[in-house]
């Protein structure tokens, strides 16, 4: 089974950037959907991006659509997201997770592994 592990987080102005990685544990990302989601103090997670196993297709939540972009590098057995114009809003605690299969989900149930978290904070 994959073990997603994160890492990439940090403290950043508004506008600023970061890019979150996810490295694979024990296999590898070929047989796995994987996306990141984030849960904010006091909030559900939510889906923020996913990809397809074999980087074909990516999907993004409304919220983040057009600042941060999603990539995975089978050489390196990582998965990224690159995070731009970030706003206060975008502070959270992100997570990586994978299921099995092609399809990109939305729904966190959906999905069996999942990385400790990287906390993300953005100052205005």
């Known amino acids: 089974q994959v073990q997603p592990v994160e890492s990439g987080g940090g403290l950043v102005q508004a506008g600023g950037s970061l890019r979150l990685s996810c490295a694979a544990s024990?296999?590898?990302?070929?047989?796995?959907?994987t996306a990141w989601f984030r849960q904010a103090p006091g909030k559900e997670r939510e889906f923020v991006a996913g990809i397809s196993r074999n980087g074909a297709s990516t999907y993004y939540a409304d919220a983040v659509k057009g600042r941060f972009t999603i990539s995975i590098d089978n050489t390196k057995n990582t998965v990224y997201l690159q995070m731009n114009s970030l706003k206060p809003e975008d502070t959270a605690v992100y997570y990586c997770?994978?299921?099995?299969?092609?399809?990109?989900?939305?729904?966190?149930?959906?999905?069996?592994?999942w990385g400790q978290g990287t906390q993300v904070t953005v100052s205005s």
């Open positions: 997770a994978t299921r099995a299969g092609f399809v990109i989900s939305t729904q966190t149930a959906t999905y069996s592994s």
């Open positions: 024990g296999r590898t990302f070929s047989g796995s959907a």
